[in-house]
Structure formats: structure tokens, C-alpha cells
Nanobody, 113 residues
Framework: QVQLVESGGGLVQPGGSLRLSCTAR???????MGWYRQAPGKERELVAR???????NYADSVKGRFTISRDNAKNTVSLQMNNLKPEDTAVYYC????????WGQGTQVTVSS
């Protein structure tokens, strides 16, 4: 059984920062781990992804502002979000892939003045 536990969401003003963390409670060692987000009325989209070897890719909208990292030994993945914009407001979901795809419960990020 795989459980992804997220933390770190909240309300922040434009230009502010937040850090999301996700711990995978599992003995599996995941290939890819990442973050997706879904805003109201929109489809879920990839924000950032990182392989077990450390290769990363980002959505164009967050490049230069967000940084993804992972600790393979602790089975955690984090997302540092800087210079947040109102359009970053969404529910952020942790994702981990090992044969199948696993999802966290989601954490709300709201960017508003």
C-alpha cells in the first residue's frame, strides 16, 4: 500500500513563497516523483517532476520560480515556490510513479492580496 502525505499549502500574498513537501509512506523506491495542480474549472496539469536520478522538468509557467527536489533515502519530494502569482492558485497534488501512479490527497495553495 502506498500513502502520499502532503504538507505546506496555505494562503500567501503575490510575490511570496511557499514550500510543499510530500512523504511517500511505502517501501517502494519510485522512478518519478512530482507535483501537479488543478485550478477550479481547469484540468490537472504537471507543475514539476523529478526522476530518481535527479533529472527535472517544469511547466513553462513556473520555470525560474519553482524548484523541485527529492530525498531518495527518505522517499520525499519537495517543491519550493517563489514569486508566487495569483494564477498559481490551485490544489497541488503529489504524484509518485512505480509501475502504477499514486496520488496524494492534495493541498490548497491560494495566492491573493
Amino acid at each position: 500500500q502506498v500513502q502520499l502525505v502532503e504538507s505546506g499549502g496555505g494562503l500567501v500574498q503575490p510575490g511570496g513563497s511557499l514550500r510543499l513537501s510530500c512523504t511517500a509512506r511505502s517501501i517502494l523506491r519510485f522512478n518519478n516523483m512530482g507535483w501537479y495542480r488543478q485550478a477550479p474549472g481547469k484540468e490537472r496539469e504537471l507543475v514539476a517532476r523529478i526522476t530518481s536520478g535527479g533529472a527535472t522538468n517544469y511547466a513553462d509557467s513556473v520555470k525560474g520560480r519553482f524548484t523541485i527536489s527529492r530525498d531518495n533515502a527518505k522517499n520525499t519530494v519537495s517543491l519550493q515556490m517563489n514569486n508566487l502569482k495569483p494564477e498559481d492558485t490551485a490544489v497541488y497534488y503529489c504524484n509518485a510513479v512505480y509501475v502504477g501512479s499514486y496520488w496524494g490527497q492534495g493541498t490548497q495553495v491560494t495566492v491573493s492580496s
